[in-house]
């Protein structure tokens, strides 16, 4: 079945620079990958997704890139502010099966 | 997202003991799962359902069931709890046709002693 590592575990980001967390995945035929923001407390939600057919793709401060060749994707957050503190997840589904796996998480802290 | 409800959402529970958790949802999707969260693991699948028909196994199904009720219910029970199966349990819905967009409840908390 898929596996799915993220990296790093935990990251310390200064308020204003940009993070960066990677996934690589296992599956050459898993083709849509998201990316879900948890804040404390609180349940799961999406942020972004590409699909295999796009390299990459942007939404105001968040970015995620693909690379199908290598099977890693990125998350890209430009700009953070505090609200950006949260455990991001990333995730792999293969359209056939139609299940996701997830990785194990990314504690992202904003320091003010 | 109030669409999707989970009850309870928090459980104190013995080991041995039967329990239920339960999901709701008013989005009409036809697709429902159910995760586990453990600290350092990530989300892992127990269980999903693609229609009232349909139930597969996930990564981590030993030791949980499921009842597809009707399409907008899907229970998850333990039989017999045990003390690993602490943790946070999410249920999550997808219309998925069109989009693998996933929608979580918002979780219960079990502690099994």
């Known amino acids: 079945g898929e596996n799915v590592e993220q990296h790093p575990s935990t990251l310390s980001v200064q308020e204003g620079d940009s993070a960066v967390i990677k996934c690589t995945y296992s599956d050459s035929a898993s083709n849509y990958f998201p990316w879900y923001k948890q804040e404390l407390g609180k349940r799961p939600q999406l942020i972004i997704d590409i699909r295999s057919n796009v390299g990459e793709k942007k939404d105001q401060r968040i970015a995620v890139t693909l690379n199908k060749t290598a099977k890693h994707f990125s998350l890209h957050i430009t700009e953070t502010q505090p609200e950006d503190s949260a455990v991001y997840f990333c995730a792999a589904l293969y359209f056939g099966n139609e299940k996701l796996t997830f990785g194990t998480g990314t504690r992202l802290t904003i320091i003010p | 997202d109030a669409d999707v409800t989970q009850t309870p959402r928090n459980r104190i529970t013995k080991t041995g003991k039967r329990i239920m958790l339960e999901c709701s949802q008013t989005k009409g999707h036809d697709r429902m799962y159910w995760y586990r969260q453990d600290p350092g693991l990530g989300l892992r699948l127990i269980y999903y359902s693609f229609d009232v028909k349909d139930i597969n196994k996930g990564e981590i199904s030993d030791g949980y069931s499921v009842s597809r009720q009707a399409q907008a219910k899907f229970s998850l029970s333990l039989e017999s709890a045990i003390p690993n199966q602490t943790a946070l349990y999410f249920c999550?819905?997808?219309?998925?046709?069109?989009?693998?967009?996933?929608?979580f409840g918002p979780g219960t908390r079990l502690t099994v002693t």
């Open positions: 999550a819905t997808s219309p998925g046709q069109g989009t693998r967009l996933q929608y």
